[in-house]
């Protein structure tokens, strides 16, 4: 066969795959609709382990790669999930026909919102001068309007957002209302003014980006402002998903934060602006990478991606990110001190230390 005669092959078994796995997503479409009938979870770890050992012996059985076999199949189960998890919330939707106001809603963030909220039944509005988008009805100015909805959501970036609660506050609306803020301590004065005015209250922080599809292993943290009916409510519009809910006070999530995203987004950043300012090109150091460099760089290649306003807010609004910032700091003049005095026993004490608060993180998860 001639190398075209062996391409034209190659496109006709592409094609073949691809209709296999239209014939798949049919069968585990059925496989959702059953699920919701009989109220069994989405998710199912052990039939997912048994799919994905059996990827392995059937690969290697016709000569592929059992590694192949097996990110072939986790790609087909993750895709699976998202078709499933979006099937039951529609479904089980809290909507109803009820109101929902995305305050701030033409962001990435809000968008997500609106398209979550009105999958669910909620008559979704959007308030932001930035435009409409969707379809969705649109104000420029949240001022003008009734807000007599049942719910807000405040999508706004931090300052702006802690000032439009305040404002809420001062017009007690009716609805439950809640932010999305990655920070709750810069917020701490407009919460406090919406819970004094009496209103239902809480806050959210949604533990993943705006391209997110499916929330399985994904988090969603709830601050508890002492509204029981706000939390119910915000924990109540995740319940269909596949999310973990943690519920937190305002302090402790702020402190918690200042690791989980201002440690590590302080360390990419330092990573980065490291290599930028090394003199060294990119495409050399690629050229020649390791497993390691290449893991590392592809995380803060992402993080240089994201918007240094909300980045530069994460840093330098949160009560407790000094804290972070000087362990960081104070990490890296062990190791320089540990280096530069070929001091061997507190380089491995370190890694020593590391290995064996990582090996926690595995046991909790």
Not at 86 to 98: C, F, I, L, P, W
Not at 140 to 162: M, R
Request: a negative charge; glycine letters at 8%; proline letters at 3%.
């Amino acid at each position: 066969m001639t190398l075209d005669d062996l391409r034209v092959r190659l496109n006709a078994l592409d094609k073949q795959l691809l209709e296999l796995v239209a014939q798949r997503q049919a069968v585990v479409a059925e496989i959702g609709r059953v699920k919701l009938d009989t109220g069994t979870g989405t998710r199912d770890f052990k039939r997912e382990r048994e799919v994905l050992m059996r990827a392995r012996e059937n690969a290697a059985a016709v000569g592929v790669s059992p590694d192949l076999g097996a990110a072939l199949l986790q790609l087909l189960i993750r895709g699976s999930l998202t078709s499933q998890e979006q099937a039951r919330v529609a479904a089980q939707g809290r909507g109803n026909g009820r109101s929902a106001l995305l305050i701030g809603g033409a962001g990435k963030m809000g968008r997500w919102f609106a398209t979550f909220l009105s999958s669910q039944g909620f008559r979704v509005e959007i308030a932001d001068p930035a435009g409409a988008f969707g379809g969705y009805p649109h104000t420029a100015d949240w001022h003008a309007g009734e807000l007599d909805h049942d719910l807000i959501v405040v999508t706004a970036p931090i300052k702006l957002s802690n000032i439009i609660l305040s404002e809420l506050a001062a017009r007690k609306p009716r609805g439950v209302i809640f932010d999305i803020g990655s920070l709750k301590t810069p917020l701490r004065q407009g919460l406090t003014d919406l819970r004094t005015a009496g209103c239902q209250v809480t806050s959210i922080h949604p533990m993943f980006g705006p391209d997110t599809e499916l929330l399985s292993g994904r988090h969603v943290l709830f601050i508890d402002l002492g509204s029981s009916v706000a939390l119910r409510e915000a924990q109540e519009i995740f319940a269909s998903t596949m999310a973990q809910q943690v519920v937190m006070t305002l302090d402790e999530h702020d402190r918690l934060i200042a690791y989980v995203l201002g440690l590590s987004h302080a360390l990419n950043i330092a990573f980065f602006t490291a290599l930028a300012q090394s003199g060294e090109a990119a495409p050399r150091l690629a050229a020649m990478s390791s497993t390691t460099y290449d893991a590392q760089a592809d995380i803060a290649e992402r993080v240089s991606q994201e918007s240094p306003d909300l980045y530069f807010e994460i840093q330098s609004l949160n009560d407790y990110g000094r804290e972070s910032l000087q362990a960081l700091r104070t990490a890296v003049e062990r190791l320089w001190n540990a280096v530069s005095r070929n001091d061997l026993p507190e380089f491995t004490a370190m890694m020593s230390q590391g290995r064996e608060y990582l090996a926690g993180r595995v046991k909790e998860r």
